[in-house]
């Protein structure tokens, strides 16, 4: 059974801080790695992937990947409130579907 | 505009009573997927069609069907809904099972009585 396992939360940060969002994963095969973020009642939007091992910046969010470890994590720097939803960590293992973790809800507080 | 359209985005309906979400895309994708969003369960895929004509199973198929006769469109349907399907409904889209699901569509909240 592949598996994605995320802290569910809630993780409070307040406004300008980095929030930090782990995953680990368990199909050592595993080659690409997305984040999702929902909002509350609102489907998932595709804020990021990556697909090899160190870092990928895209303005203020950050994915680390450790292929190692079997370990991905996403950095959002300078958190603002309307960074508050629920992250979702997906993995690829090969071409099969994708498997979802069950989300970390993030809450910025201003 | 690229986008993954469900219809209907609300519905309440009887145990037992046949019905259709509607899933349809205009990005000429090849792959399409339903996935149900349950609290504390997340994600989980229900089916995947990789073309027309080809689809699969994915994790929790039991009590639902699908079709795709048409590239563009992937419906859902439950032949004989029951109260544990009631749940949040996600269509998606990619352009080949080789990519993520880059597009969802705005979701289906369905309530079986």
């Known amino acids: 059974q592949k598996e994605v396992e995320q802290n569910s939360g809630p993780l409070s940060v307040p406004e300008g801080a980095i929030a930090s969002l782990n995953c680990t994963y368990s199909?050592?095969?595993?080659?690409?790695f997305f984040w999702y973020r929902q909002y509350s009642g609102k489907s998932p939007e595709l804020i990021m992937s990556i697909y090899s091992n160190g870092d990928k910046e895209d303005g203020r969010f950050t994915a680390q990947l450790n292929k190692a470890s079997q370990y991905v994590s996403l950095l959002i720097r300078d958190s603002q409130p309307s960074d508050s939803a629920t992250y979702l960590c997906a993995v690829k293992p090969g071409n099969t579907p994708l498997v979802f973790g069950k989300g970390t809800r993030l809450s910025v507080i201003a | 505009e690229a986008q993954v359209t469900q219809n209907p985005r609300y519905l309440i309906t009887v145990t037992g009573k046949k019905l259709t979400v509607t899933c349809s895309q205009n990005?000429?994708?090849?792959?399409m997927s339903w996935y149900r969003q349950d609290p504390g369960l997340g994600l989980r895929q229900i089916y995947y069609?990789?073309?027309?004509?080809?689809?699969d199973k994915g994790d929790v198929p039991e009590g639902y069907k699908v079709s795709r006769k048409e590239k563009r469109n992937f419906p859902l349907i439950l032949e004989s809904p029951s109260p544990n399907q009631t749940s949040l409904y996600f269509c998606?889209?990619?352009?080949?099972?080789?990519?993520?699901?880059?597009?969802f569509g705005q979701g289906t909240r369905l309530t079986v009585v």
């Open positions: 199909d050592r095969g595993s080659q690409s």
């Open positions: 069609s990789m073309n027309v004509e080809v689809t």
């Open positions: 990005m000429n994708h090849e792959y």
């Open positions: 998606a889209s990619s352009l080949s099972q080789g990519a993520t699901e880059a597009f």
